[in-house]
């Protein structure tokens, strides 16, 4: 089994800054892409961004120039830094990621708790 422990969220005014993180442990042999969401009140969850083992990102349009995610291989970590936050940001933020455990052949995809971030006007 994998654990996904997300930390960083909050609240913060129309403008400023948080950063979130996520570590994976456990039976892990290597984490292959990893991903965070995000589920505003009333909505579906929706990809904010990822990133492959190798660097290669993807962003949700609206973040993109504000959000940041960066991962560290060795520690199985990724994390997003969010600038100019705007209200409209506000939501339960989720860690995702695709692991492939010791003897497998193919990934299995975890999620975590969430953290929520709420951002006022």
């Known amino acids: 089994q994998v654990q996904l422990v997300e930390s960083g969220g909050g609240l913060v005014q129309a403008g400023g800054s948080l950063r979130l993180s996520c570590i994976a442990s456990?039976?892990?042999?290597?984490?292959?892409?990893m991903a965070w969401y995000r589920q505003p009140p009333g909505k579906q969850r929706e990809l904010v961004a990822q990133?492959?083992?190798?660097?290669?990102?993807n962003y949700l349009d609206s973040v993109k120039g504000r959000l940041t995610v960066s991962r560290d291989n060795a520690k199985n970590m990724v994390d997003l830094q969010m600038n100019s936050l705007r209200p409209e940001d506000t939501g339960v933020y989720y860690c995702?990621?695709?692991?492939?455990?010791?003897?497998?052949?193919?990934?299995?995809?975890?999620w975590g708790q969430g953290t929520q971030v709420t951002v006022s006007s």
């Open positions: 990133i492959t083992r190798g660097g290669r990102t």
């Open positions: 995702n990621t695709d692991v492939l455990h010791f003897g497998a052949l193919t990934t299995v995809n975890y």
């Open positions: 456990g039976s892990i042999f290597r984490v292959d892409t």
